[in-house]
């Protein structure tokens, strides 16, 4: 079983529908972490979170939001979504603060 | 800030050996990472420099200078299945977060 799992695996969508992509670990892990990846961009943050009451805003939050209901789960929302939004998201988790990250398999999303 | 440079792409004949570089520039450097992304997968984390020198795990191995702002990932022995995306990513002091450069594609030739 994958230790950091991601729901869906892949979407379809149109503009303006709300969206959640859920995260959820087995790793025990305080840290887990939002980011999406576009050709030629590389992985961007989106959000984080060091634990349940802790949530932090990454270099692209703007039209995402977050919610961090257990240590074990992190789910990240488009409220309204938008074509630009097109891409491949990523939860990750790390045990501390100079640990490596672990992802999960990603979610491509595609918004028409 | 951070400006991390990685090639785009580079392609290396299997058996041999190949080295990725990277780049980076930081307010304040705190370590860095390479990973190993396969095509339409997960990241998964190959090393960690935090202190120059040559860090050896297996066929890979990362060094890093930090007075030049620069490490390399050096593969050895190439086999087909290490076609893929290699990504650098700096940590920086006071920082919480990963900054990535945008990858280098490797391929794995005959």
């Known amino acids: 079983d994958a230790d950091v799992t991601q729901t869906p695996r892949n979407r379809i969508t149109k503009t303006g529908k709300r969206i959640m992509l859920e995260c959820s670990q087995t790793?025990?892990?305080?840290?887990m972490y939002w980011y999406r990846q576009d050709p030629g961009l590389g992985l961007r943050l989106i959000y984080y979170?060091?634990?349940?009451?802790?949530?932090n805003k990454g270099e692209i939050s703007d039209g995402y939001s977050v919610s961090r209901q257990a240590q074990a789960k992190f789910s990240l929302s488009l409220e309204s979504a938008i074509p630009n939004q097109t891409a491949l998201y990523f939860c990750?988790?790390?045990?501390?603060?100079?640990?490596?990250?672990?992802f999960g398999d990603g979610t491509r999303l595609s918004i028409l | 800030g951070q400006n991390i440079d990685q090639p785009t792409e580079m392609t290396a004949t299997e058996g041999a050996i190949v080295q990725i570089n990277c780049t980076y520039q930081?307010?304040?450097?705190?370590?860095l990472f390479w990973y190993q992304q396969h095509a339409g997968e997960a990241p998964t984390f190959l090393s960690y420099?935090?202190?120059?020198g040559l860090e050896e795990k297996g066929r890979f191995s990362s060094f890093l200078s930090r007075s030049k702002g620069y490490s390399y990932l050096l593969l050895k022995e190439l086999q087909m299945k290490d076609s893929a995306s290699y990504l650098c990513?700096?940590?920086?002091?006071?920082?919480?977060?990963?900054?990535f450069g945008t990858g280098t594609r490797l391929t794995v030739i005959p």
């Open positions: 990750a988790t790390s045990e501390g603060k100079n640990q490596p990250q672990h």
């Open positions: 790793k025990g892990h305080d840290r």
């Open positions: 979170s060091f634990d349940v009451k802790d949530i």
């Open positions: 930081t307010s304040g450097f705190n370590g």
């Open positions: 420099n935090v202190l120059d």
């Open positions: 990513a700096v940590k920086e002091t006071g920082a919480n977060n990963l900054f």
